[in-house]
């Protein structure tokens, strides 16, 4: 096992992905899915720049690339969604403020002159409040923007599945040729060691005697 290079090739596969992960987002929307490349781009990266991967399996390896793959699946999870935030918080700031009402005039004589029936009609009959959108800057609060990018049980299911990806990719396989050899290495050393384990048993003398 080549540690260096299974390292490099894990680090180049998983910010492929997860700079990948950041551009799909920001492009077309969430990509609960995405993990899975992500994972399997670190595989390969693995595989790509160690070669020792088809010639020997090792554990340390696939777990190694399994650890990278989490951290660049978290972080392009975790980057896509801040930059998302940043984006809808940036258009709400960019909607142009309410404008206030202008300012009542003095009371003139004739406003003084009204009957006090106006005032009591109005109050009868009050206009309806219209509740419109919020808008930043007025007076009225900006619509929260929620939990859009929330984790669910899907979510980590992807992410466990990519994980597993790269821990497969990146751990290798012994090649059966090797294995038909050690198999074949392993039976001739047992019956060096014990030439009587595959000899035939010996013949009765005595049997077929009446």
Not at 38 to 52: A, E
Not at 108 to 119: F, I, N
Request: proline share 9%; hydrophobic share 45%.
């Amino acid at each position: 096992m080549n540690f260096g290079e299974s390292v490099v090739g894990a680090l180049v596969g998983a910010v492929v992905g997860a700079g990948a992960h950041i551009g799909i987002e920001l492009a077309l929307g969430e990509a609960t899915w995405f993990p899975l490349v992500t994972g399997l781009l670190t595989g390969i990266g693995v595989r790509q720049l160690d070669s020792s991967v088809t010639q020997s399996a090792s554990y340390l390896r696939g777990a190694v690339a399994a650890i990278i793959a989490l951290v660049g699946i978290f972080g392009g999870v975790q980057s896509a969604s801040y930059l998302k935030m940043s984006r809808l918080q940036a258009e709400l700031e960019s909607i142009p403020p309410r404008p206030e009402p202008e300012p009542l005039g003095e009371e003139t004589a004739d406003d003084a002159e009204e009957p006090a029936a106006t005032d009591a009609e109005a109050v009868a009959d009050p206009a309806p409040a219209t509740a419109g959108p919020a808008v930043a800057g007025g007076t009225e609060s900006a619509p929260p923007i929620g939990p859009a990018d929330g984790f669910s049980v899907w979510n980590f299911v992807m992410i466990g599945v990519g994980a597993f990806f790269a821990y497969e990719l990146a751990r290798g396989s012994v090649p059966a040729s090797q294995t038909a050899n050690s198999r074949e290495e392993e039976s001739s050393a047992a019956a060096d060691a014990d030439p009587q384990a595959g000899a035939p048993p010996p013949e009765n003398s005595q049997g077929g005697q009446a």
